[in-house]
Nanobody, 113 residues
C-alpha cells in the first residue's frame, strides 16, 4: 500500500482526533508529506505540511490547534487535531510529494456542534 490514512471519526466540538497515514518507504523517506482536507462542495486545501527534515507549516485556520509530525522509523505521518470545530468537518487526505505526488484514500472527520 502506498499511502493508507486512518483515524477519522465523529467528535463533538472541542474534541480531539489523531489521524495517521502509513506510507510505503520509497515515497516517504526524505520526502515532504502533507495533510489536506476537502469539505462538501469545496476545493481540497492544504491543512499542514512537514518536510523530510521536519519543518512544518499550517493553514491559518488550524494554527495552534493542529500538529503535524512524522515518525521516520514507521514511515508514518500524523495529524493531531485539537479543539475541533464544525468547520473542520471534511475528508482528510495525506499526500506524499515524491515524484508527481501520491494521495491516500481519505478519512472522514465529522465534528458536531
Amino acid at each position: 500500500v502506498q499511502l493508507q490514512a486512518s483515524g477519522g471519526g465523529s467528535v463533538q466540538a472541542g474534541g480531539s482526533l489523531r489521524l495517521s497515514c502509513a506510507a510505503s518507504r520509497n515515497i516517504f523517506r526524505g520526502t515532504a508529506m502533507g495533510w489536506y482536507r476537502q469539505a462538501p462542495g469545496k476545493e481540497r486545501q492544504l491543512v499542514a505540511r512537514i518536510t523530510g527534515g521536519g519543518l512544518t507549516n499550517y493553514a491559518d485556520s488550524v494554527k495552534g490547534r493542529f500538529t503535524i509530525s512524522r515518525d521516520n522509523a514507521k514511515n508514518t505521518v500524523y495529524l493531531q487535531m485539537n479543539s475541533l470545530q464544525p468547520e473542520d468537518t471534511a475528508v482528510y487526505y495525506c499526500k506524499s510529494e515524491f515524484a508527481l505526488g501520491y494521495w491516500g484514500q481519505g478519512t472522514l472527520v465529522t465534528v458536531s456542534s
